[in-house]
């Protein structure tokens, strides 16, 4: 399945036994199913009860063309064992037979008679399996998920050409765009919610997640490389019900590869890379899977890339100056808990060091500027989480902590023309301590509920100076700390077997503190500073309907809505900004319409009404402030399909439209302005042509070509950011070949070395002084080789 697949799976989704039956239980590997006990001591009953109970234990997913037969009866159950068995058992003498489909997921379906042998047919087109959005806290199907949301299979990940970060999936989904400011310093936007160009001490607009864990709160995309990933998910906003502050765009949840306990299994990948106009680049990594035991395992990831700079800095007389070292890993560790609970213990760490920031002045030629400078930055990042998940009062509870530690170092070039050399350093240390333990349940057939409880903590001390590049001086420090504890539900109706009504909400307590020391906390004379705590209470609401009118296609509708709690800023002084709130109507369908082709469609239609939009700017000597700059509105349309016109043949395309006006008072021009909201494209797609063929045993064959297209935005609020970016189209392809357990493959990343400015921004504080552009990486060749199950 590709980024773009987002059609339901609906030859096994469209008509599921209930939501707990395509319950997915995230803390469980795939493979760690079938080693986990199965217990049933039922009456006898309805088939669908006895494949509910073995879901809710096992983590599985089950789906039919036909929920008559889950009416069948079953007879009465007394069983412990492993999960194959189990399902065996419950559908002995029922005339069901079970056929798994994907890891974890099984299609039921009446067996075949047996009085006569049936002419042999051509095995029918492959179909997506049953897919289950655990990003939505209920596992509910694909299918039934009333919103836009795109599952990207981790194969399709590690295949990007030049990017193996976050970057991958923007190259995959087409509304996910990003700042280049270099790894470690991006800000995300989806759905086209983007407030400005800079990061601050505002929440972020797009949450992102590993499993349970949340990787960030007010702090830039740690931008972890994303190896050993079974899937990401990409849940289009406002998703402030489920997931709070930091999810008026979406959430980006990752779930990486899960322990096995069955097997040792690992791989190892090398590779090479040369740019033009640049340096060379290298990259490795190892993959390692360790059973401890039968009922438990660690899963251990490292890696490191070097990559090649491509910019000359004619100033200092020296060439690729914007090199990037990336080093870092993952270690997870899984195990049983008695029958039925599982523990997940997760630790993360990264370094990111960037020997020079990535732009060029377009005034002096391509991939050249003029600094009497470097422009290095740094971004440490680490991470523990821990997470329980088992049954509990007739349901199943997740409980999840998290810890997360970065620490961002910059510089930039303030130096004005005819003056001399002057630095900007920040300097941020950010610490974030999270929680959330959840209950879902069914009651009955018809409704299904989830209620849960979080908590964070986040502290952000940033500390500033200014000066000549080797003797700056202090402008002091800021201290941000905020705390939120929050209640969240939400409640599933199913009145028939096509419908399927939800609600929910999430109220939020949050207590705020700020403080400043030197010269950044002195005030303007004749203000009055705020005083340095505040509270809030917020709340935000969902509603939504699903609507299978007939096989294999669904209709949506959903209103849901967001928040960012209004905080504290230092500009002189303490100052505060009102919270700003988004509310988004959206209008979608999915659907299957030719099985023979393989033919999935996906579109949908929103419109986001955003008020107060508080948003990370600079001030008028160029330094970090947080304001609330208007009112904003977004409207979107996007489109997906998936086509296979002939065997091992894939043709997948998505694009958008965007439409946004941001309406807002600018003090320094005394008069109210409207804009388009910065960063927001009006419009972009992705398309690829895929062909896969096997050329002996144990030997594939695999080409895939993209295309790659965004339309104009600009770089910020107000006459002097105007600037126009974007407007560029690039295209990439791979041919890989698999023999035996090894991958030989040859990347190639913007074929034709196409020149487009993908970001304008250097530094802010010479952007009226010098025309700045991020440009797009060179023509970049890579050769690697990978090893699996060493």
């Known amino acids: 399945m590709t980024a773009l697949l ?126 289950v959005v655990t990003g939505s ?3 509910v199907s694909l299918a039934h998920y009333p919103a836009s949301v795109a599952v990207i299979d981790g194969s399709d990940i590690a295949h990007v050409t030049g990017e193996h970060g976050t970057l991958a999936i923007a190259e995959l989904h087409p509304t996910l765009l990003s ?39 007010a702090s830039p995309d740690p931008d972890l490389r994303l190896y050993d990933i079974e899937r990401v998910e990409v849940l289009e906003g406002p998703q402030g019900s489920l997931y709070g502050a930091g999810s008026l765009g979406g959430v980006l949840r990752i779930v990486p590869n899960a322990p096995d306990p069955r097997q040792v299994s690992g791989e190892a990948w090398a590779g090479a890379s040369a ?4 340096a060379g680049s290298m990259d490795a990594g190892l ?37 990037t070292q990336v080093t870092g890993g993952r270690i997870t560790a899984h195990t049983a808990v008695g029958a039925r609970w599982s523990l997940d213990l997760t630790a993360i760490g990264q370094n990111v060091r960037n020997a020079d920031a990535q732009y060029e002045e377009r005034t002096l030629g391509r991939l050249v500027r003029a600094s009497a400078f470097a422009q290095p930055s740094h971004h440490f990042y680490r991470a523990l989480a821990v997470s329980v998940a088992g049954p509990l009062a007739g349901g199943r509870l997740q409980s999840s902590w998290g810890l997360v530690d970065q620490r961002l170092s910059q510089v930039f070039d303030a130096t004005q023309p005819d003056e001399e050399p002057i630095a900007y350093r920040q ?111 917020l709340s935000t609401p969902s509603l939504a309907l699903a609507w299978t009118p007939v096989p294999r296609a669904t209709l949506y509708l959903r209103y849901a809505g967001g928040y960012r709690p209004g905080g504290l800023t230092v500009s002189g002084a303490i100052e505060r900004f009102t919270p700003d709130t988004a509310r988004t109507a959206e209008i979608g369908f999915r659907m299957q319409a030719w099985e023979s082709t393989g033919l999935q469609i996906e579109g949908a239609l929103a419109r986001t009404d955003w008020r107060n939009v508080q948003a990370d700017t600079v001030d008028g000597l160029g330094l970090p402030h947080t304001a609330n700059v208007g009112d904003g509105i977004v409207r979107t349309a996007t489109f997906q399909f998936r086509l296979s016109p002939a065997r091992g043949v894939t043709v997948a395309a998505g694009g958008f439209v965007a439409d946004s006006k941001l309406v807002g008072w600018v003090p320094y021009l005394e008069q109210t302005v409207r804009s388009p909201l910065p960063n927001v494209a009006r419009h972009g797609a992705v398309l690829s042509l895929g062909y896969e063929v096997r050329i002996a045993s144990g030997s594939n064959f695999r080409a895939n070509l993209r295309a790659h297209s965004l339309g104009r935005s600009i770089l910020g609020f107000g006459p002097e950011l105007a600037i126009e970016q974007g407007d560029y189209a690039y295209f990439s392809g791979n041919l890989s070949l698999d023999i035996g357990r090894t991958t030989l493959s040859l990347e190639a990343f913007n074929l034709f070395d196409t020149r487009g400015n993908i970001f304008a921004l250097g530094t802010p504080f010479t952007l009226g002084t010098t025309m700045q552009g991020t440009p797009l990486r060179p023509r970049t060749v890579r050769l690697s080789l990978l090893r699996r199950s060493f």
């Open 427 to 537: 300097r941020d240390h950010i610490s974030l301590l999270s929680s959330e333990t959840r209950l879902t349940r069914s009651f009955g057939k018809r409704w299904d509920a989830l209620i849960g409880f979080a908590a964070l903590r986040s502290i952000a001390i940033q500390a500033r100076s200014t000066g000549a590049p080797l003797q700056p001086v202090s402008l002091g420090t800021l201290d941000s700390r905020v705390r939120e504890a929050t209640v969240f539900g939400e409640a599933r109706w199913h009145p028939d077997d096509r419908l399927t009504v939800s609600a929910g909400g999430r109220v939020s307590f949050i207590e705020m503190r700020g403080a400043a020391t030197g010269v950044l906390a002195k005030p303007a004379p004749g203000t009055t500073p705020a005083p340095p705590l505040r509270r809030q209470r």
């Open 287 to 323: 993959v390692a899977n360790l059973p401890l035991g039968e009922r438990a395992a660690v899963r251990v990831l490292g890696y490191h890339e070097k990559m090649g700079g491509y910019i000359d800095d004619v100033g200092r007389g020296k060439k690729d100056i914007n090199g």
């Open 6 to 131: 987002l059609g339901p799976p609906c030859r096994y989704a469209c008509a599921l036994l209930l939501p707990a039956l395509s319950l997915t239980v995230g803390a469980a590997p795939a493979g760690a199913q079938e080693a986990r006990t199965v217990h049933l001591d039922l009456p006898a009953g309805p088939v669908s009860t006895a494949l509910r109970a073995i879901a809710l234990q096992a983590g599985a997913s089950f789906g039919t063309d036909d929920p008559a037969l889950l009416r069948r009866r079953a007879r009465r159950l007394r069983f412990d064992g492993g999960i194959d068995k189990a399902i065996e058992t419950a559908l002995a003498g029922t005339g069901l037979v079970a056929r798994r489909v994907a890891p974890g997921s099984w299609r039921v379906a009446a067996a075949p008679p047996r009085s006569r042998p049936r002419p042999f047919k051509p095995p029918p087109p492959q179909v997506a399996p049953n897919i």
């Open 179 to 217: 700042t280049r400011l270099g790894p470690g310093r991006n800000k995300l936007f989806l759905r086209g919610i983007s407030d400005s160009s800079f990061s601050g001490a505002s929440p972020s607009l797009v949450g992102q997640y590993l499993g349970d864990q949340r990787l960030a709160y």
């Open 275 to 278: 740019t033009a106009h640049g």
């Open 137 to 139: 806290k209920m596992d």
